[in-house]
């Protein structure tokens, strides 16, 4: 596996590659589980070429946030990557990325600000730090398809929406959730979870699990009822500090009062110092 720690050493190589070649490619902060391997091998099956990406972005995390602790333990990515036979690692610094500072922003309006991005979580500068992250990488991988995992289903709607918006010629391909035995969707903000933490974490999925079954069996019952209902159920479990538990329209993001076809049921919960979210779409 090639691996390239700046964009212009990366491009040499990538300027190599025959036209002819489709190039899937895969971006992550790194600390790879098993749900990055899965987007990882999908891509080896559907190109010629497969690139991954590990980029812990300073750009996306707030002042308050954890960038410093977020884990980044590369030899070992390196080794499950390799095991995978990915063609190329593309591992920049900050510094190749980022420079001094990037002047110009990717803004994706108003999806950038519903959910995670409200002001009172992580804000709309979360979201427009991953569209122009994303958008330079784009630009310096130019693959024909790139593979995100639907745990981040806001962040794929960000995406989608600036690749169509900009004409940027990359199919987006969404990817399921990949979940523990339990239920837990994968993270790598799972390894900062304490024992006690582990135990309680799949109660978020369970509960979504459960305003699934209450929006079929009761179709009279409004989504507001429904979504107290499963926040009354997590506020049961102190150590929950649920920051929304909503169901929104998975194209606009805007929250929903009435069921309209399919929604999204989207929950971001804090249990101790981790920040998890998660999401059921329900079709
Ligand atoms: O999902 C992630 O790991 C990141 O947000 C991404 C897409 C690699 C951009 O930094």
Known sequence: ????????HFLTWRRSLSNKKSVGFVPTMGALHE??????RQSIQENDVTIVSIFVNPIQFG?????????????????????????????????SMIGQEILTKVSVHPLNEFLCGAPQFRGHSHFDGVATIVAKL?????????????????????????????????????????????????????????????????????????????????????????SSQIKNQLKKIPEFKIEYIEFVDPQSLEGLRQKKGAVLLAAAVRLGTTRLIDNLLIK
């Open 138 to 226: 784009f630009n310096i991988v130019s693959p024909q398809r790139a593979y995100f995992g639907l745990k981040d289903f806001q962040q794929v709607r960000v995406i989608e929406q600036m690749v169509k918006d900009l004409n940027i010629p990359v199919e987006i391909v969404r990817c399921p959730i990949v979940r523990e035995r339990d239920g837990l969707a994968m993270s790598s903000r799972n390894q900062y979870l304490s024992p006690r933490e582990r135990t309680l974490a799949p109660y978020i999925y369970r509960s979504l699990q459960s305003g699934r079954k209450l929006l079929r069996s009761h179709p009279n019952m409004s989504l507001k009822a429904i």
């Open 1 to 8: 596996m090639n691996l390239f720690s700046s964009p212009q």
């Open 35 to 40: 749900g990055h391997l899965s987007l990882v």
């Open 63 to 95: 002042p308050k946030e954890d960038l410093k602790r977020y884990p980044r333990p590369l030899q070992k990515d390196r080794r499950l990557l390799a095991g995978l036979k990915v063609d190329g690692l593309f591992a920049p610094s900050v510094k």
